[in-house]
């Protein structure tokens, strides 16, 4: 069974940083390309990154270009997203999830975890 395990959320004011770890299990992570994606309050999901299955080749949405960062370990089977310069209308829950495919593709897949809450307040 896919696990994808979310942490790392948090409350930051506006300026902050905040790194976010997904650990997955249940698969051969490495194979797969991974996303983050986030829903806002009351909107949709929203494809913000990824990366491909061996983390040479990364992608963002426009809204995150420059203030993210993706990464992942493939011997610890952990994603990670590093997010500096947050701002109020990054608070949202944040969920990784697994693509099927090797390299990135900006949508939204349903193999994802709970989330992780994230928000952006002074």
């Known amino acids: 069974e896919v696990q994808l395990v979310e942490s790392g959320g948090g409350l930051v004011q506006p300026g902050g940083s905040l790194r976010l770890a997904c650990v997955a299990s249940?698969?051969?992570?490495?194979?797969?390309?991974m996303n983050w994606v986030r829903q806002a309050p009351g909107e949709g999901l929203e494809w913000i990154s990824g990366?491909?299955?061996?983390?040479?080749?990364?992608g963002y949405a426009d809204s995150v270009k420059g203030r993210f960062s993706v990464s992942r370990d493939n011997a610890k089977n952990t994603l990670y997203l590093q997010m500096n310069s947050l701002k109020p209308e990054d608070t949202a829950v944040y969920h990784c999830?697994?693509?099927?495919?090797?390299?990135?593709?900006?949508?939204?897949?349903?193999?994802r975890g709970q989330g992780t809450q994230v928000t952006v307040s002074s």
């Open positions: 990366i491909d299955s061996g983390g040479g080749s990364t």
């Open positions: 249940g698969f051969t992570f490495s194979t797969y390309a």
């Open positions: 999830a697994k693509s099927p495919y090797t390299f990135i593709t900006r949508a939204i897949f349903r193999t």
